[in-house]
T-cell receptor, first 115, second 114 residues
Framework: KAGVTQTPRYLIKTRGQQVTLSCSPISGHRSVSWYQQTPGQGLQFLFEYFSETQRNKGNFPGRFSGRQFSNSRSEMNVSTLELGDSALYLCASSLAGTSAINEQFFGPGTRLTVL | QKEVEQNSGPLSVPEGAIASLNCTYS??????FFWYRQYSGKSPELIMSIYSNGDKEDGRFTAQLNKASQYVSLLIRDSQPSDSATYLC??????????????FGKGTKLSVIP
């Protein structure tokens, strides 16, 4: 079974631009979660999508948004990029449901550099 | 705010020894606990999950959970240089409206010395 895929793997943008990242979950997985990882803050939760609906959201500004399509693929968008948005953006998929027994599996990540 | 605390390390152990990684969490009603391994420049890889008090063994890995003490640990027996990585503790807690959120510690860097 194929794992989680993310595109692109690397991105270089300048301040003020916007960016869209894509994530395809493991086949059969309906939940997609997005995380930001930086050396200083570690892994921080951005949001989770399930059945095309945002089910949960972390403490990030409104410049960070996402969506999920009917095939469970997800995109996240960051508008008006700031230098501090430079990070590894990780997508994780899980079978979902509301059970707490819900293992998440990560994709390879998108390394975003904002200049 | 739910918190997950780990000693950042680095933790250095000789090859063949037991590595012990520890994690505490703040949310008493947390229900699921996970250990991820992250090699430098790579994404986190799930290596263990544990849901009830006690020990869970999988090969050279043993996860231990004590909900009363809000403590979870990972033991790696017969440590190998290939185990050198950052280990992330993650705790799954109910965040309302039928949803759960996975909160990560900042990780412990393990170095296994040949």
């Amino acid at each position: 079974k194929a794992g989680v895929t993310q595109t692109p793997r690397y991105l270089i943008k300048t301040r003020g631009q916007q960016v869209t990242l894509s994530c395809s979950p493991i086949s059969g997985h309906r939940s997609v979660s997005w995380y930001q990882q930086t050396p200083g803050q570690g892994l921080q939760f951005l949001f989770e999508y399930f059945s095309e609906t945002q089910r949960n959201k972390g403490n990030f500004p409104g410049r960070f948004s996402g969506r999920q399509f009917s095939n469970s693929r997800s995109e996240m968008n960051v508008s008006t990029l700031e230098l501090g948005d430079s990070a590894l953006y990780l997508c994780a998929s899980s079978l979902a449901g509301t059970s707490a027994i819900n293992e998440q599996f990560f994709g390879p990540g998108t390394r975003l550099t904002v200049l | 705010q739910k918190e997950v605390e780990q000693n950042s390390g680095p933790l250095s152990v000789p090859e063949g020894a037991i590595a012990s990684l520890n994690c505490t969490y703040s949310d008493r009603v947390s229900q699921s606990f996970f250990w991820y391994r992250q090699y430098s420049g790579k994404s986190p890889e799930l290596i263990m999950s544990i849901y009830s008090n006690g020990d869970k063994e999988d090969g050279r890995f043993t996860a231990q959970l004590n909900k009363a003490s809000q403590y979870v640990s990972l033991l790696i027996r017969d440590s190998q240089p290939s185990d050198s990585a950052t280990y992330l503790c993650a705790v799954y807690s109910y965040s309302g409206a039928g949803s759960y959120q996975l909160t990560f510690g900042k990780g412990t860097k393990l170095s296994v010395i040949p």
